[in-house]
Every structure is written in C-alpha cells, then in structure tokens.
T-cell receptor, first 111, second 115 residues
Framework: DADVTQTPRNRITKTGKRIMLECSQT?????MYWYRQDPGLGLRLIYY???????NKGEISDGYSVSRQAQAKFSLSLESAIPNQTALYFC??????????FGPGTRLTVT | KQEVTQIPAALSVPEGENLVLNCSFT??????LQWFRQDPGKGLTSLLL?????REQTSGRLNASLDKSSGRSTLYIAASQPGDSATYLC??????????????FGKGTKLSVKP
C-alpha cells in the first residue's frame, strides 16, 4: 500500500461549493503538508502541520482551511470554491530528518 | 525570501548521454536539499536527499551534489534512458532556529531522453 493516500483523485465542482480533500499517511510521521501545483508556477505550500496541535499557514492559504484529525490524517477544505483554485493538489509527510513523501495528487477542477 | 531556480527549464538528449541538471538557491540557511522526479499528472517521487552537512549523495545512476556556500546543487544522470524522461524538481528545506521549516521548490527541469 502507498505511504500517502489522497481522496478523491479527481474532482469536478462548481463555483461556490464547499469541498474537502482528504489525506492519510502510514509513515508514522508528525509533519504533514498540503501543496498545490499550477503550470508555470511550480509547487506552492498551502498549509503545514508539525503535529496534531500545530497548524501553520503556508505561502497561499487564503481561501483554504485545514483540519488535523489525527497524526495520520490531514484534510484540506475549500470553503467556497472558485475557478482559480483549479489545480493539482498534493499532500505530503516528512520524516524527522526532512525527507518528504508525497501522495499521488488530487486533480481539482472548479467550473 | 528563499528562491530556488532550476536551469534549464527543458532538456532533450539522445539515449546514453550523461547529463547534469542544475539547481540554485538564494539563502544558504537550508536544512537539506531534495531532488524529486515527477511523471506527467503524477505525484512526486523522492530521488535523493542531501543534508546541509553533506556534499553529495548517490543512488544508482544518479549523483547529487551540494555546495551550500555558493547556493548550488547538481543532479548528474549517467547513461540516460528513455525511462528517465520526466520533470525533475529541486527543493530546499528552510532552517529556522535549528528546526525544519518549509520546503521551497524550483519550477523543475523537463527532461526528454530520445531513443
């Protein structure tokens, strides 16, 4: 089984809808991350969490919120989706020495 | 603010050629540097991780070097194969107060190896 799983893998939604992307990891690491990837802009950090009680905003957190339900689970919510949130979203976890493990990604389209 | 740059943005080589991908970063206060591979529409696969105290790491046909003082890293791929075709991303961990901070990515080099 994959170390980091993301659901759903693909999602099409309409402007104004609330959606949640879920992430689970089996690595046993405390640190988890959410990124988005856009063509020409690379990967950008949305939120990160160093443990269940420590959640921090990344470079582009506006319009997003997160919940760390357990060490293994970190979900990303779009409260009111807009078209410019169409992107590929990645969840990741990192080891104590800094090696990051990525999930397969969620392709989100907001129409 | 840390900036990571990868040159070239795209590279096409014939099969069998040795090649070098470049990564530069503006702030030398990094905890480590990681090279990833990404296939189209897929997730990122970690290739090599170099801690800030290390100079290089090797895995099979891949060798990554780190010169922290000059803000540079290179990924050397020996005897390239068509299966190496992918986008290669470089990322640095910021070093805040002795603990890890965030991972800052370059925009990647898209490699195409022609048979």
């Amino acid at each position: 089984d994959a170390d980091v799983t993301q659901t759903p893998r693909n999602r099409i939604t309409k402007t104004g809808k609330r959606i949640m992307l879920e992430c689970s990891q089996t690595k046993g690491h405390d640190r988890m991350y959410w990124y988005r990837q856009d063509p020409g802009l690379g990967l950008r950090l949305i939120y990160y969490s160093f443990d269940v009680k420590d959640i921090n905003k990344g470079e582009i957190s506006d319009g997003y919120s997160v919940s760390r339900q357990a060490q293994a689970k970190f979900s990303l919510s779009l409260e009111s989706a807009i078209p410019n949130q169409t992107a590929l979203y990645f969840c990741a976890t990192s080891s104590p020495w800094g090696e990051q493990y990525f999930g397969p990604g969620t392709r989100l389209t907001v129409t | 603010k840390q900036e990571v740059t990868q040159i070239p943005a795209a590279l096409s080589v014939p099969e069998g050629e040795n090649l070098v991908l470049n990564c530069s970063f503006t702030d030398s206060a990094i905890y480590n540097l990681q090279w990833f591979r990404q296939d189209p529409g897929k997730g990122l696969t970690s290739l090599l991780l170099i801690q800030s105290s290390q100079r290089e790491q090797t895995s099979g046909r891949l060798n990554a070097s780190l010169d922290k003082s000059s803000g540079r890293s290179t990924l050397y791929i020996a005897a390239s194969q068509p299966g190496d075709s992918a986008t290669y991303l470089c990322a640095v961990f910021q070093n805040y107060g002795g603990s890890q901070g965030n991972l800052i990515f370059g925009k990647g080099t898209k490699l195409s190896v022609k048979p």
